[in-house]
């Protein structure tokens, strides 16, 4: 079997986790990222931290800005946070505020969060998600079963849900926000990048696909002509 492979940024050479990771019999290439520490494919993408410095940036708001940038660029974001989680109480001003400020990042941008206690765990679950990734593929906007005998409320979902870049949780919270099918359906670029979860850089993509002329109708126009013409 072929190693997974893992895009690394060049920061993250001193971290001691590249190294773990080829131990690991996972293939490393450094670049240099814009966002994101790991790159394991184009949907899944992690940001590494130490916990004293995911407790600052708690409080700096620098954790919000970069949850927006690794949500906007992949459609399925981690967040690793690595040292003793013992520790958190004796780090955080307030531990009420933190854990409030912990429960609004993840949940506005969707952000998966694992707590690793050491460089090497935090390899350990790298190459974890990088096989798994591998072994149970999931392209984008692939769903569940078109729902034909479930109520309304759920064929809606499916259908929000099947727009590129966009997966349940998220159309949840868009018809949640919007009513109605649609309403989303009718939003603009701008509209689409101001959805918590959403970003520009999907909103850019989605807006796209809904005001792109349809192209494939001339092969299977064509063979409509011909079938027609024979009859």
Do not use: C
Not at 158 to 170: A, E, H, N
Not at 171 to 188: D, E
């Amino acid at each position: 079997m072929i190693p997974p492979k893992v895009v690394v940024d060049e920061r993250e050479r001193s971290s001691g986790v590249p190294d773990l990771l080829s131990k690991l019999d996972v293939r490393v290439y450094f670049s240099q990222l814009s966002v994101a520490d790991y790159v394991i494919n184009p949907e899944i993408a992690v940001e590494r931290k130490s916990l004293s410095d995911f407790i600052s940036s708690v409080y700096d708001g620098r954790l919000f800005v970069q949850a927006s940038e690794i949500s906007s660029s992949f459609r399925k974001p981690y967040l690793i946070v690595e040292g003793d989680v013992k520790e958190i109480g004796n780090l955080t001003k307030n531990l009420n505020s933190y854990y409030g400020a912990v429960a609004s990042v993840t949940l506005a941008y969707d952000l998966r969060l694992i707590h690793t206690a050491s460089p090497n765990e935090t390899a350990v679950a790298i190459a974890a998600l990088s096989r798994q990734s591998r072994a149970r593929p999931l392209p984008p906007g692939v769903v569940s079963p078109p729902p034909k005998g479930r109520d309304e409320a759920q064929q809606q979902l499916y259908l929000i849900s099947s727009l590129p870049g966009v997966g349940t949780k998220l159309a949840r919270r868009m018809l949640s926000r919007y009513g109605t099918p649609r309403k989303i359906m009718g939003l603009t670029e701008s509209q689409f990048s101001m959805v918590p979860g959403l970003g520009p850089k999907r909103a850019s993509r989605l807006s796209h696909m809904l005001d792109a002329m349809y192209t494939g109708s001339q092969i299977s126009g064509a063979a409509s002509q011909g079938r027609l013409s024979d009859q």
